[in-house]
């Protein structure tokens, strides 16, 4: 397989958050020559959504998402109010800085205000994720804003997000935008969907469906010590990344490759050494 075009490499902050802000990763970005970010809404926030945009705008880079929207589970209807409201502005921002997609993360069980799982009814999550989408479409939509929805690995269905597979993804796409290709669609993160044996399937058929918004890459490390920051470097760990892009390619996808890394060993790390890292195993290994 041959090396990916370096020109379609992006970064999400998220992978430099503990070492930069957000205009010092445009400006290293700019020194190592990539071309790509997606910024994270706190991180916009520090440096002012206005100073962002223009950082953003001046240095030339096309922003392959941004992260993130959706947490639409909530005990009551002011909760889930709240969520709407938040999503819109979320929308709003997204715009701002010339996004590709709005990044949604679902959200999981309802929870207490103490933030723990206060329900155990993950279907009526579901519901509640369905009718966040529907009420989000109908303001994205007209704004032109993608929606892309990223299915999250199965060990955070109680927590973060209880859509868990691209075919649930799919079917969510089609349930709510039938023949819309535009407005919904979904981000592919290889860590979360890495194992699924319907991969590439559900790769095959969002492409035909025109709803591939997004790729996110890094690796699964054996072992994982932690959840949700020990993500590994491209070529560190056990995803086959030259084949998921392949299944990607023909499926039509022509869209950036967004490293997201979240990982204690790469926040310790020199960033200017975490960006060339990037690069060259994005060449190499992805
Ligand atoms: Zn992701």
């Given at each position: 397989?041959?090396?990916?075009?370096?020109?379609?490499?992006?970064?999400?902050?998220?992978?430099?958050?503990?070492?930069?802000?957000?205009?010092?990763?445009?400006?290293?970005?700019?020194?190592?020559?990539?071309?790509?970010?997606?910024?994270?809404?706190?991180?916009?926030?520090?440096?002012?959504?206005?100073?962002?945009?223009?950082?953003?705008?001046?240095?030339?880079?096309?922003?392959?998402?941004?992260?993130?929207?959706?947490?639409?589970?909530?005990?009551?209807?002011?909760?889930?109010?709240?969520?709407?409201?938040?999503?819109?502005?979320?929308?709003?921002?997204?715009?701002?800085?010339?996004?590709?997609?709005?990044?949604?993360?679902?959200?999981?069980?309802?929870?207490?205000?103490?933030?723990?799982?206060?329900?155990?009814?993950?279907?009526?999550?579901?519901?509640?994720?369905?009718?966040?989408?529907?009420?989000?479409?109908?303001?994205?939509?007209?704004?032109?804003?993608?929606?892309?929805?990223?299915?999250?690995?199965?060990?955070?269905?109680?927590?973060?997000?209880?859509?868990?597979?691209?075919?649930?993804?799919?079917?969510?796409?089609?349930?709510?935008?039938?023949?819309?290709?535009?407005?919904?669609?979904?981000?592919?993160?290889?860590?979360?969907?890495?194992?699924?044996?319907?991969?590439?399937?559900?790769?095959?058929?969002?492409?035909?469906?025109?709803?591939?918004?997004?790729?996110?890459?890094?690796?699964?490390?054996v072992p994982t010590t932690d959840l949700l920051?020990?993500?590994?470097?491209?070529?560190?760990?056990?995803?086959?990344?030259?084949?998921?892009?392949?299944?990607?390619?023909?499926?039509?996808?022509?869209?950036?490759?967004?490293?997201?890394?979240?990982?204690?060993?790469?926040?310790?790390?020199?960033?200017?050494?975490?960006?060339?890292?990037?690069?060259?195993?994005?060449?190499?290994?992805?």
């Amino acid at each position: 397989m041959t090396s990916p075009d370096p020109a379609l490499l992006s970064i999400n902050t998220a992978t430099l958050r503990r070492q930069w802000t957000l205009p010092q990763i445009v400006q290293g970005l700019a020194r190592h020559g990539i071309r790509g970010i997606s910024p994270w809404r706190d991180q916009v926030a520090s440096a002012g959504l206005a100073h962002s945009a223009r950082c953003i705008r001046e240095a030339g880079l096309s922003v392959s998402g941004y992260c993130r929207g959706g947490m639409f589970p909530a005990l009551d209807a002011g909760g889930r109010a709240q969520a709407r409201d938040d999503n819109r502005r979320a929308v709003d921002e997204a715009l701002a800085i010339a996004a590709r997609c709005l990044v949604l993360v679902v959200g999981g069980l309802p929870k207490d205000a103490q933030g723990r799982p206060a329900s155990r009814d993950l279907a009526g999550a579901r519901a509640m994720v369905r009718d966040g989408l529907a009420d989000l479409i109908e303001y994205a939509k007209p704004a032109g804003m993608p929606l892309a929805i990223e299915p999250l690995h199965p060990m955070y269905a109680a927590d973060r997000a209880c859509v868990n597979t691209l075919a649930q993804a799919l079917d969510l796409c089609d349930a709510l935008a039938p023949d819309d290709a535009h407005s919904l669609g979904v981000a592919v993160d290889v860590y979360h969907v890495w194992w699924d044996p319907a991969l590439e399937a559900g790769i095959a058929r969002a492409g035909a469906g025109g709803r591939l918004f997004a790729y996110h890459i890094c690796d699964w490390l054996v072992p994982t010590t932690d959840l949700l920051n020990d993500r590994g470097m491209m070529g560190d760990g056990v995803v086959d990344l030259a084949r998921i892009r392949g299944w990607m390619d023909a499926a039509g996808y022509r869209g950036q490759h967004e490293v997201e890394i979240f990982s204690e060993r790469w926040w310790k790390t020199d960033p200017d050494v975490v960006l060339a890292t990037c690069k060259s195993r994005h060449a190499s290994a992805s």
